[in-house]
C-alpha cells in the first residue's frame, strides 16, 4: 500500500514525482520546480519606431519574460504610465528622447528595467534672421520658422514665457523677435511654441551668447613611423561647444591609433601625408569652426654611414702601421 503525504502548497506550473521504496512502503513526493516564479524579469525589451516626428504620435510596447505575467511602468521625463503598451507624443525641442520600461515580477516583487533612446524629427527651429554673430549694443532678431504653418506663437526664454518690453518687438504673427540693441540681461535659450491639432509643437532652440568661436590643432608637422606623436584640438569656445575630428580618405595608416574626445595619440606605420581637421560647433548658437593640419610621415632616418673615402683621415693610421711594417721588413732583409 502506497500513501502520499500532502506537502503543503498545491504544486506550480512544473512538478513531477519519485516513487522511493521503503519496505512495505512507497512515498510519492512531488518536486516542485519554479518556472521562474521567483526570478528578476527577463528579456525585457522595448519595441516601436527608432525615430519619431514632432507633433505625431507614436506607440512602444514593452515585454518580458515572467511568471506569473509581469507589471509594467513606464518613464519619460517625469511623467510615467502603466501598462504593457504607451502612446507616446513628441512635443518636439529635443534631438533625442530617453524611455524607460519597468517590469515587475508581482510574486517576487523583483524588477529589470531597459532603455530605448528614440530620435527626434523637429519640424520647427529658431534661428538668427542674419549670419552676423551677435554683439552688445547691435540690433539683432531671431525668427520662429519649420515645415509647419504657425498658429498662437509664443516665445520663451529659458524656459520661461517671454512679455513684451520696450528693448524687444514682435512681427505681426509673432514669428520674429527682434532686439533694437543687444543687452547683457539678453543673453539665454530662447525658443518658440506653436499650437497644431490642439497640441502644443516646441522649438528646437537658439542659445543668444557672446563671444568668440575658434579652435586650432597642436602637434608637429614632420613625423617618423614608429613613434609615437600626440595632436590635440584647442577650442576657445567662451560659449561652449562640441569637438570632433575628421580624417581625409580615413584613419590615417597606424601601428596604433586612439582617439579621446579632444586628443589623438598615433604611431605612424608608413610614410604618408596625412590632412587633420578638427571641428568645434556649438549647436544651440548655431556657430562652427574648423582647423587643419597637414602632418607628413617619413621613414626613420638611418643609423648606418658610408665607409670614408681613400686619403680620409680615417685611413691615416692604417696606412702609418703598413709603412712601419715595410720599413722593419727591409731591416730583416739587409741582415
Not at 49 to 55: E, Q, S
Not at 296 to 305: A, G
Not at 315 to 331: D, G
Request: with cysteine.
Amino acid at each position: 500500500m502506497c500513501t502520499t503525504p500532502t506537502m503543503g502548497r498545491p504544486a506550480p506550473l512544473w512538478a513531477f514525482t519519485v516513487l522511493a521504496l521503503t519496505g512495505a512502503t512507497c512515498l510519492l513526493f512531488p518536486l516542485q520546480v519554479s518556472a521562474f516564479g521567483d526570478t528578476k524579469p527577463l528579456f525585457v525589451r522595448i519595441t516601436g519606431p527608432d525615430r519619431v516626428t514632432a507633433g505625431e504620435k507614436a506607440k512602444f510596447e514593452c515585454s518580458a519574460y515572467c511568471t506569473p505575467p509581469c507589471n509594467y511602468t513606464w518613464s519619460l521625463g517625469g511623467g510615467t504610465s502603466k501598462g504593457p503598451t504607451v502612446t507616446l507624443y513628441a512635443a518636439g525641442g529635443k534631438d533625442t528622447l530617453d524611455l524607460d520600461c519597468i517590469a515587475l515580477n508581482p510574486t517576487s516583487k523583483e524588477t529589470t528595467k531597459t532603455t530605448t533612446t528614440i530620435k527626434v524629427t523637429n519640424v520647427l527651429f529658431v534661428r538668427p534672421v542674419s549670419d552676423k554673430e551677435p554683439a552688445l549694443s547691435d540690433p539683432f532678431s531671431l525668427t520662429c520658422a519649420g515645415s509647419i504653418q504657425l498658429s498662437a506663437v509664443l516665445w520663451y526664454k529659458d524656459g520661461e514665457v517671454m512679455t513684451g518690453t520696450a528693448e524687444t518687438t514682435l512681427s505681426a504673427d509673432n514669428s520674429t523677435l527682434s532686439f533694437g540693441a543687444l543687452l547683457p540681461n539678453h543673453q539665454g535659450f530662447y525658443q518658440c511654441v506653436v499650437s497644431a491639432n490642439g497640441r502644443e509643437i516646441i522649438a528646437n532652440g537658439y542659445s543668444l551668447v557672446y563671444g568668440s568661436l575658434s579652435v586650432s590643432i597642436s602637434g608637429p608637422d614632420t613625423i617618423e613611423v614608429g613613434k609615437e606623436y600626440v595632436f590635440e584640438c584647442m577650442p576657445n569656445c567662451s560659449i561652449g561647444c562640441s569637438v570632433s575630428w575628421t580624417f581625409r580618405g580615413g584613419f590615417p595608416p597606424a601601428y596604433s591609433f586612439s582617439l579621446q574626445k579632444t586628443v589623438i595619440k598615433w604611431v605612424p606605420s608608413e610614410p604618408t601625408t596625412q590632412l587633420l581637421t578638427c571641428v568645434a560647433s556649438n549647436t544651440g548658437a548655431a556657430r562652427k569652426a574648423t582647423a587643419t593640419k597637414t602632418v607628413k610621415v617619413i621613414n626613420k632616418p638611418s643609423d648606418h654611414t658610408d665607409p670614408p673615402e681613400s686619403g680620409s683621415e680615417g685611413l691615416k693610421p692604417a696606412v702609418i702601421l703598413c709603412l712601419a711594417f715595410t720599413t722593419a721588413l727591409l731591416v730583416l732583409l739587409a741582415l
